[in-house]
Structures are given as C-alpha cells and as structure tokens.
C-alpha cells in the first residue's frame, strides 16, 4: 500500500518556525502532486501549500503566502513544509497528500492518497 509519513510537528510559541517532512513512496509517486493540508479542531481540512511533481510550479493558501515555503527531494522521496513565522491559527493536524495527476492541486478532492497526520500546536 502506498505510504505517506509525515514528521517533525511540534510545540513552537509564536512568531517560531517548524519545519514538516513527509516521506512518500517514490515508485508510486514519481509523477504526482503534491500537498499539505491542515485541519484544526472543530473546522474542515483546508488547503495549504502544493508542489507540482516536477517541483517548478506551487500554489499557497493565502494565510500562509510568504511564511511557509514547500519544496521536494525526488532522490530521497521526501515533501517538506518549512514553517516561518507560525501563529496560533496555524495550530492544526498537518497532512501530506499525494495528488491525482501531476500538477499542484488545491482542492482535497485533487487529492487521493493521504498521511496520518502529525500535530502542530503554536502558542500565543
């Protein structure tokens, strides 16, 4: 079955920066986009930055535009999510997901394959 994991969630007080890894299978994902998105208690999943599979087109939510910056590592099979400038409305479940085609989807149902989840909780 093909996996995603993420990692590297956290408790960061405010204004600090936390950097999120997602191991994926690279055989199966070679040619797929790829994305992270949040879902904080009592809300929807929402989109929050995606990664083209050939990594030189990506898209951001708005709230995030300029603080968080995604890349990934096709030799070591790995998304990344670095974090700058957190707030507490950033505080949310973090999930990597791997796209149906290859471009940088925003919408979940772009979206087939998902990650467990790792908690990142920013305090105020």
């Known amino acids: 079955q093909a996996q995603l994991i993420e990692s590297g969630g956290g408790l960061v007080q405010a204004g600090g920066s936390l950097r999120l890894s997602c191991a994926f299978d690279g055989r199966t994902f070679s040619n797929n986009g790829l994305g992270w998105f949040r879902q904080a208690p009592g809300k929807e999943r929402e989109f929050v930055a995606a990664l083209a599979w050939r990594g030189g087109s990506t898209n951001y939510a708005e709230s995030v535009k300029g603080r968080f910056t995604i890349s990934r590592d096709n030799v070591q099979n790995t998304l990344t999510l670095q974090m700058n400038g957190l707030k507490p409305e950033d505080t949310a479940v973090y999930y990597c997901?791997?796209?149906?085609?290859?471009?940088?989807?925003?919408?979940?149902?772009?979206?087939?394959?998902w990650g467990q989840g790792t908690q990142v909780t920013v305090s105020s």
């Open positions: 997901a791997a796209a149906r085609g290859a471009y940088a989807a925003t919408g979940r149902s772009g979206y087939t394959y």
